[in-house]
């Protein structure tokens, strides 16, 4: 089946910046949209930003010109390049991948683990 794992999520001050990554596996399967998630405690999951398969990306208001989301499709690899880091954005950052099975007529969504970032002095 189709695994996203996420990693670079760390401890960074305001200010700072950070590179997630989420590189999926598996066989089988054709992925089309991506996209990066955050929950932070206490709140609901929103998105942060998705993309295309083609490049096309949307961004929440709070993280516009601050982050930027690409995908390398030929290493099956997202990135959430993260700059100007303010506490607002400290959760757990999760990536999502919608993908069709081989020999289906639909689309699925896929989570990862989640990786966590915290923003903080």
């Known amino acids: 089946q189709v695994q996203l794992v996420e990693s670079g999520g760390g401890l960074v001050q305001p200010g700072g910046s950070l590179r997630l990554s989420c590189a999926a596996s598996?066989?089988?399967?054709?992925?089309?949209?991506m996209g990066w998630y955050r929950q932070a405690p206490g709140k609901q999951r929103e998105l942060v930003a998705d993309i295309t398969s083609g490049g096309s990306a949307n961004y929440a208001d709070s993280v516009k010109g601050r982050f930027t989301i690409s995908r390398d499709n030929g290493k099956r690899t997202m990135y959430l390049q993260m700059d100007s880091l303010i506490p607002e954005d400290t959760a757990v950052y999760f990536c999502k991948a919608r993908a069709r099975k081989y020999y289906v007529g639909y689309e699925s969504d896929y989570w990862g683990q989640g990786t966590q970032v915290t923003v903080s002095s």
């Open positions: 598996g066989s089988m399967f054709v992925i089309n949209a």
